[in-house]
């Protein structure tokens, strides 16, 4: 009988000799530090007699093991389950998720919020739920956005990335078209851009959502917690009058697991019933539920944001001092190499040293902008920072960047 399956071996072949394949790297815990193990296959971790320095995590606040954060994730786990059992719409829906997506709404400035299992469930769910005709993306948007766009309908327009202009000319040619008056148009960008560090330009952007009549959805995933109030850059430029849908994350500065999307009544009405990553997804697990609000709450009432930037103003200062090109205007610190085989040396020559920072590079960034992706946490002391700085000074030498 002829063979119809998949040729899986040849697959990840294809990987090895292109230096794409990427494999599972376990650690003993989640923070700033931890033992790593090299990828076990299909045997047991055997962790390093080392303990390294995580320089590569989205656990900005440095919150998963902030004993406050534990003790709310276990408070819930013994008072309402470990797990939601169900759908939100059967029988999942907890006190623990109303109060969450209470005290998401309140600060992101909306009527409501409502939580997800996933980040990547909140996009795609919100975008096929609202069946635009036109959507208008940035061209580096996370996944999640390219798949929601992939899975309507729906006409996509791509902008040049972070350009406001760009958004508003692809606007004006779509407006001049015959079908354009019966058409519904959603905007969508991140507001943080993951691999790059760069911030959307939301103000102009919602200047050319209003002047156009378009609808504007911001990914807050790598902003979330960050900003003004624990809030993100929507909150830090005031516009959340002038942005429909906010979504965001649990998983990244609020330690936990999730994701969520906040704007009205209406819209959040309208994603409980249509939104089907939500209607036939078990709801969010109480403990991560419970984790997210005790993080959201120290986020927004402690200095934690503070130790944050202090961190990431003395890395970006140590960093191109020493004439590393440092990308971006966030948080988010990518050091941009260009060649491949450089990036994964410097890679490799950090974690010799015992800081965790991998290269990345395509097709998760485009060809001949390879980088290091950097991002300190709130939880890293001065020390912890001069090492890395060491780190990359010794490494770059190394490798002849410096």
């Known amino acids: 009988m002829e063979d119809r399956g998949f040729d899986l071996e040849e697959r990840v072949d294809a990987l090895e000799e292109s230096t794409l394949k990427r494999s599972l790297s376990p650690v003993d815990r989640v ?11 299909s045997e047991l971790p055997v962790l390093s007699a080392d303990e390294a320095l995580v320089f590569a995590a989205n656990n900005y606040l440095g919150l998963t093991d902030d004993q406050r954060v534990q003790d709310a ?3 819930a786990a013994a008072t309402v389950g470990t797990g939601a059992g169900a759908s939100r719409l ?3 829906d907890t006190m623990v998720h109303q109060d969450l997506e209470r005290l998401l709404a309140e600060t992101k400035g909306t009527e409501r919020a409502l939580s997800f299992s996933s980040g990547y469930a909140a996009n795609v769910g919100t975008i096929t739920a609202l069946e635009p005709d036109v959507i208008f993306s940035d061209e580096y948007n996370h996944a999640s956005i390219v798949d929601g766009c992939r899975l309507t309908a729906a006409e996509t ?3 040049d990335h972070c350009d406001a202009t760009s958004l508003r000319s ?3 040619a779509r407006a001049e078209s015959a079908a354009a008056s019966d058409e519904s148009w959603l905007i969508v960008t991140d507001s943080v851009f993951s691999m790059d560090g760069t ?7 919602c200047e050319a959502a209003e002047e156009f009549g378009a609808w504007l959805m911001v990914d807050e995933a790598h902003a979330t917690g960050l900003y003004a109030n624990g809030g993100g850059v929507v909150q830090a430029e005031g516009l959340e009058d002038r942005v429909q849908i906010q979504m965001g994350t649990l998983s990244k500065a609020l330690a936990s697991q999730g994701g969520y999307v906040a704007g009205s009544d209406e819209l959040i009405e309208c994603l409980v019933n249509d939104a089907r990553s939500f209607v036939f997804s078990t709801g969010l697990a109480p403990p991560a539920a419970a ?5 959201l709450h120290i986020a927004r009432h402690s200095d934690v944001r503070e130790r944050l930037w202090q961190n990431v103003a003395h890395l970006r200062d140590g960093l191109e001092s020493m004439g590393f090109d440092v990308l971006g205007d966030s948080q988010i610190l990518p050091v941009l190499v260009g060649d491949r085989d450089d990036a994964v040396a410097l890679a490799d020559g950090l974690r010799i040293r015992d800081v965790v920072a991998p290269a990345i590079r395509p097709p998760t960034v485009p060809e001949g902008t390879n980088r290091i992706r950097v991002a300190p946490l709130a939880t890293h002391d001065q020390d912890d920072i001069v090492t890395c700085l060491e780190a990359f000074k010794d490494a770059g030498e190394d490798v002849g960047l410096l």
Not at 31 to 41: D, K
Not at 291 to 295: I, R, T, Y
């Open 199 to 205: 911030v959307a330009p939301l103000t102009e952007i």
């Open 170 to 172: 692809k606007l004006a």
């Open 157 to 159: 327009v791509v902008y």
């Open 31 to 41: 923070a700033e530090r931890g033992y790593f193990a090299p990828p076990p296959g």
């Open 73 to 75: 994730a276990r408070q």
């Open 291 to 295: 984790a997210a609000s005790e993080a």
């Open 90 to 92: 059967v029988t999942g």
